[in-house]
C-alpha cells in the first residue's frame, strides 16, 4: 500500500544540538511533498514544501528539506534547534492529480533547554 | 486574512448519537478537504470536495460517516450512531486549487474539533 513513514517516534535533543528527521514514501510517480508542524495546543501548520526545482527547500523557523528521488525521501533538518522547537511534526505527500494528503504517523520532538 | 474555522472545538457525546462538524474555509478556497487525528494513528484522510465536481469520499471509514459541502463553501461532516473509535480530533483544511499550478494546492487547516464517545 502507498504510504508514508516517519522513522523516528519521539526524537528527545538538548538545545543547539542538530537535527534531522526521516520521512519516506512509497508512491513512484509525480509528488508534492509538504512538512507540517504543530505546536502545543496550536493547529497545523505548513513548515515547508516542494514542487519541483531544487530539491532543498527551505521553511521557517530555519528549518530545510531535500527532496531526493532515487530514495524517496524528503527529510526535515535544522542546525540547531532551539526549546521552542518542541512540536509534532508530520510530512506528507500529495500524490500526482491526487487532491488529498497522505501523511505520516508524525515524530514528536522535544528539545531540552 | 481569517483562516479556517471549525465548530464546535469540543464535542462529547453518547455512543449511538449522531453529530455533525463545522468548517468554514479559507474565503475564495475552491478545495475543502476533511481528515482525522487519533493519538498514535497520524492524520487519516476522509473526504475532499473540489468546485463542483463530486467528492472523493475514498477515505471515509464507514458508511455512518457523510459529509456535504454547501454553496461551495461551508462544510459539515456528519457522524451517525457515533461509537467509541469515533473519537478523534477531526480536522478541515481548504485550498484555492483555482489552476493547475500545484502552489495553489496548498492546504490550510483549521484548529480542528475533538469529539469524545462516551
Known amino acids: 500500500a502507498q504510504s508514508v513513514s516517519q522513522h523516528n517516534h519521539h526524537v528527545i535533543l538538548s538545545e543547539a544540538a542538530s537535527l534531522e528527521l526521516g520521512c519516506n514514501y512509497s508512491?513512484?510517480?509525480?509528488?508534492?511533498l509538504f512538512w507540517y508542524v504543530q505546536y502545543p495546543g496550536q493547529h497545523l501548520q505548513l513548515l515547508l514544501k516542494?514542487?519541483?526545482?531544487?530539491?532543498l527547500v527551505k521553511g521557517i523557523k530555519g528549518f530545510e528539506a531535500e527532496f531526493i528521488k532515487s530514495k524517496f525521501s524528503f527529510n526535515l533538518r535544522k542546525p540547531s534547534v532551539q526549546w521552542s522547537d518542541t512540536a509534532e511534526y508530520f510530512c506528507?505527500?500529495?500524490?500526482?492529480?491526487?487532491?488529498?494528503?497522505?501523511f505520516g504517523k508524525g515524530t514528536k520532538l522535544s528539545v531540552k533547554p | 486574512g481569517a483562516g479556517v474555522s471549525q465548530s464546535p472545538s469540543n464535542k462529547v457525546t453518547e455512543k449511538g448519537k449522531d453529530v455533525e462538524l463545522r468548517c468554514d474555509p479559507i474565503s475564495g478556497h475552491t478545495a475543502l478537504y476533511w481528515y482525522r487525528q487519533s493519538l498514535g494513528q497520524g492524520l487519516e484522510f476522509l473526504i475532499y470536495?473540489?468546485?463542483?465536481?463530486?467528492?472523493?469520499k475514498s477515505g471515509l471509514p464507514s458508511d455512518r460517516f457523510s459529509a456535504e459541502r454547501t454553496g461551495g463553501s461551508v462544510s459539515t461532516l456528519t457522524i451517525q450512531r457515533t461509537q467509541q473509535e469515533d473519537s478523534a480530533v477531526y480536522l478541515c483544511a481548504s485550498s484555492l486549487a483555482r489552476s493547475g499550478l500545484a502552489e495553489h494546492y496548498e492546504q490550510y487547516f483549521g484548529p480542528g474539533t475533538r469529539l469524545t464517545v462516551t
Open positions: 470536495f473540489q468546485g463542483n465536481s463530486a467528492p472523493d
Open positions: 506528507a505527500v500529495k500524490r500526482g492529480s491526487q487532491g488529498n494528503l497522505i
Open positions: 516542494y514542487f519541483s526545482g531544487d530539491p
Open positions: 508512491y513512484g510517480g509525480t509528488v508534492n
